[in-house]
């Protein structure tokens, strides 16, 4: 099955600095969403994009929908100790498709 | 609301013995789903329904069973457990249709084959 190239696979920045992070496929996507999970947790849903060229926010979260309908990418602002996790992309057409995630790691 | 719940959350089997993990959400999401996630190779597709009676082969179904007898539940049976299938299972809902495509995951089940 098909996978998205997520990048890159781990991070680890000082508490403070932005994030950014991407996902890319070979195929078109009606949607693009960005999940988080903790070390134990499923992943839980933090942004949902459905538009080519969106870009929406939440909280010191934001997502931007490519244009091409081929990639999407996730910035984290002034990061803090809470935001450490794995973060996925996920692709959906009629089924879903996730990226292999990025480790971040937040140093205080 | 508790979203998609899963049972239990940990579980250890001996190969060849059989068992059911169950999935239950209260959203009244047509659509389910069952995704193993193993080690650098993310979420992988299991088995998928699309509503009650109503069951499809995902990415990789081998060794694995579902039903879908009500829209709230939607169990993933292990006919005869197998290291290979030493895993994180998470169970997933959304709604069928519509301009929202929002997947919802349970909180997974940690299996172990022995």
Not at chain 2, 67 to 83: G, N
């Amino acid at each position: 099955g098909q996978q998205l190239n997520q990048s890159p696979q781990s991070m680890f920045i000082q508490e403070g600095e932005d994030v950014s992070m991407n996902c890319t496929s070979s195929s078109i996507f009606n949607t693009w969403l960005w999940y988080k999970q903790d070390p134990g947790e499923g992943p839980v849903l933090l942004i949902a994009l459905y538009k080519a060229g969106e870009l929406t926010s939440n909280g010191r979260l934001t997502a931007q929908f490519g244009i091409t309908r081929k990639d999407s990418f996730l910035n984290i602002s002034a990061s803090i100790p809470s935001d450490v996790g794995i973060y996925f992309c996920a692709g959906s057409g009629n089924q879903f498709y996730f990226g292999t995630g990025t480790s971040l790691t937040v140093i205080p | 609301n508790a979203g998609v719940t899963q049972t239990p959350k940990f579980q250890v089997l001996k190969t060849g013995q059989s068992m059911t993990l169950q999935c239950a959400q209260d959203m009244n999401h047509e659509y389910m789903s069952w995704y193993r996630q193993d080690p650098g190779m993310g979420l992988r597709l299991i088995h998928y329904s699309v509503g009650a009676g109503i069951t499809d082969q995902g990415e990789v179904p081998n060794g694995y069973n579902v039903s879908r007898s009500t829209t709230e539940d939607f169990p993933l049976r292990l006919l005869s457990a197998a290291p290979s299938q030493t895993s994180v299972y998470f169970c997933a809902s959304r709604r069928r249709g519509g301009s929202y495509n929002e997947q919802f995951f349970g909180p997974g089940t940690r299996l172990t084959v022995l």
